[in-house]
């Protein structure tokens, strides 16, 4: 692993109690209908908090991350999940072994190399299996306000809103369909809002809603 990705690992396991916790948003319930049943890897699962909001009489569930820290919390509130420590970019899963893979909440942001990462998915992944997961948008509202929006597809953000530790963090685009078309037969991309039932939008909501692809946070499901 590269400082970036050690220094990665070590701020989420300092601080995994921040992420020890239980919530779950429209988006992602909507999100998850796109996985095929079978076997599904879900990367970076943390302490565990999408666990059980997957349909276990569908799915056969291996779990990993990469902050020792965060396996241990996820094993104690599931100890019949298999959930082991490990590098979604070298994983050691046969080929072909997967129906699906899950990676919420932004978890492949925080890889070393995304190229390396979608390579291992698709070498992992069964003939048509299906690979979901959320980044951030490279051009959201507030990343253009910032300026970070012109600096490429890697910047620095911080773990939480208010704390100063930073971490290593890739951004992607709606535009970024064609490269990932390299890898995957089929490439879908929606925002974040897209999936959300506002009972009572304010003016950030309604203008997200016209123009999704400002929204801060994008999903991307791929299809091998």
């Known amino acids: 692993m590269s400082q970036s990705s050690l220094k990665n690992r070590d701020i ?3 601080n995994a109690s921040l992420f020890d916790v239980d919530y779950w948003r429209e988006d992602e319930e909507d999100s998850i209908k796109f996985l095929k049943e079978g076997a599904l890897l879900v ?7 999408t666990i059980p909001h997957i349909d276990e009489n569908k799915f056969i569930i291996t779990a990993v991350d990469i902050s020792p820290e965060m396996v241990r919390l996820c094993k104690q509130h599931f100890p019949h999940i298999d959930v082991r420590v490990m590098d979604l970019q070298v994983t050691d899963f046969p080929d072909k072994y997967f129906d699906s893979v899950y990676l919420p909440f932004h978890t492949i942001a925080y890889v070393d190399n995304l190229d390396t990462t979608l390579t291992e998915m698709c070498r992992i992944l069964k003939p048509q299996g299906r690979l979901l997961f959320s980044i ?3 051009w959201s509202i507030k990343a253009i306000l910032n300026g970070t929006a012109f600096h490429g597809t890697s910047r620095l953000t911080e773990i939480r809103r208010g704390y100063t530790e930073m971490l290593s963090t890739y951004v992607l685009s709606t535009n970024d369909t064609r490269h990932l078309g390299t890898f995957f037969s089929k490439v879908e991309v929606r925002s974040r809002i897209s999936m959300q039932k506002i009972k009572n939008p304010n003016w950030k909501d309604r203008l997200l809603q016209t123009l999704p692809f400002f929204d801060k946070s994008l999903y991307f499901f791929c299809i091998k």
């Open 12 to 14: 989420f396991s300092n």
């Open 43 to 49: 990367g970076g699962v943390g302490a565990g908090r």
């Open 136 to 138: 951030p948008n490279r």
